[in-house]
């Protein structure tokens, strides 16, 4: 196919249509995705998350310099959470990481949240892939840390760094619910703020009541505005890259994100399929009108799905 022939070639208009086709579920995403699947797997893949307006992008855009100077290409999906509304990428990741706008070995590509035929997990998990089959390495992935989507798609990182900032005592609490737990590595930005130590400390004290295993969390501060501390970042991540190759446990987490993609595809499709074949809405409103429990209308719909011609 030629648009893969492209895309493996790293033409960048190539990657961008197949990261759109995917994007809207059509069904020529999925030769393209089957074509490039062995071509996956080797970059790094690392997630960004935090709270609204912690510097994430900021932090993105100097992470991408720095491997720059090292001659590794970076490819970044950015989950734009403020489109859901505007129904557009936004304009701020864009002009965060706009020095790297003419560079051919940066991809960048902002995301909805919303609009995504199987959810945003399903669509940025097809961009990582399709980015790391282009040849970009490693390849961020920054979202807000609020909802479970979110935390869904960063689960997927090889390495989670969460950016937390100074005086975030209610912040923690905020995106305590699934973030905090999947942290690899803790950035607190705008260390340039009062704060930062009380920060550090707090978070050191949750830290120390939480559970963890072989690796422990490393506590970093940055100013990404004045690029203090970049460095750090990166070292923590391939430290870390470096502790899940050989403890076995990279294997492992990837072992799980497959399980996890399929499970969503599996769920999408028998959902689809119980639409076709008797119409889900049909029997919903069936089961409303007869006051017929939840589980009854799903083995109506399930068993339909079963007795059908058609492969899910
Ligand atoms: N003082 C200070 N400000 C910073 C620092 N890093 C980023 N900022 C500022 O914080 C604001 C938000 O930065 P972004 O990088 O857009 O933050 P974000 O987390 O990507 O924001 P969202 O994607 O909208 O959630 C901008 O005005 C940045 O200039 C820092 O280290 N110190
Ligand atoms: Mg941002």
């Not at 492209?6 to 197949?18: I, K, P, Q, S």
């Not at 076995?248 to 497959?258: I, K, M, Q």
């Not at 999408?268 to 007869?290: C, P």
Request: proline fraction near 4%.
């Amino acid at each position: 196919m030629e648009l893969v022939d492209r895309l493996l070639a790293r033409d960048v208009r190539a990657l961008a249509r197949a990261i759109s086709l995917a994007e809207e579920g059509r069904p020529q995403a999925r030769e393209v995705l089957r074509a490039c699947f062995p071509r996956t797997g080797r970059a790094t893949i690392v997630g960004v998350t935090g709270s609204p307006g912690a510097g994430k992008s900021s932090l993105v855009d100097r992470m991408i310099a720095h491997w720059r100077a090292r001659g590794r290409s970076v490819g970044v999906v950015a989950v734009d959470p403020s489109s859901a509304f505007s129904g557009g990428a936004i304009l701020g990741d864009r002009v965060r990481m706009q020095a790297h706008a003419t560079d051919p070995d940066v991809f960048i590509r902002s995301m909805a949240t919303r609009g995504h035929l199987g959810g945003l997990a399903r669509a940025t998990g097809d961009a990582v892939d399709l980015m790391d089959a282009a040849g970009f390495d490693p390849v961020l992935v920054e979202t807000v840390g609020v909802g479970q989507d979110e935390v869904d798609v960063v689960r997927a990182a090889d390495a989670v760094c969460v950016v937390l900032v100074p005086g975030m005592g209610d912040d923690i609490q905020a995106i305590k619910a699934g973030i905090l737990e999947i942290a690899d590595v803790f950035v607190i930005n705008k260390a340039d703020r009062e704060g930062v130590e009380r920060a550090a400390r707090d978070l050191e004290m949750m830290l120390s009541l939480g559970e963890h295993g072989e690796w422990l969390p490393p506590i970093l501060k940055t100013v990404a505005a004045r690029e203090e501390g970049i460095g750090e970042v990166l070292a923590a991540v391939e430290r870390h890259r470096e502790h899940l190759s050989a403890s076995g446990e990279l294997d492992r987490r990837r072992r799980a994100h497959l399980r996890l993609r399929v499970e969503t595809i599996l769920k999408e499709r028998i959902v689809a399929a119980a639409d076709r074949v008797l119409g889900v809405e049909r029997e919903v409103e069936r089961g409303f009108e007869q006051r017929t429990d939840p589980y009854r209308v799903a083995d109506r719909l399930f068993s339909g799905v079963l007795h059908s011609e058609e492969a899910p």
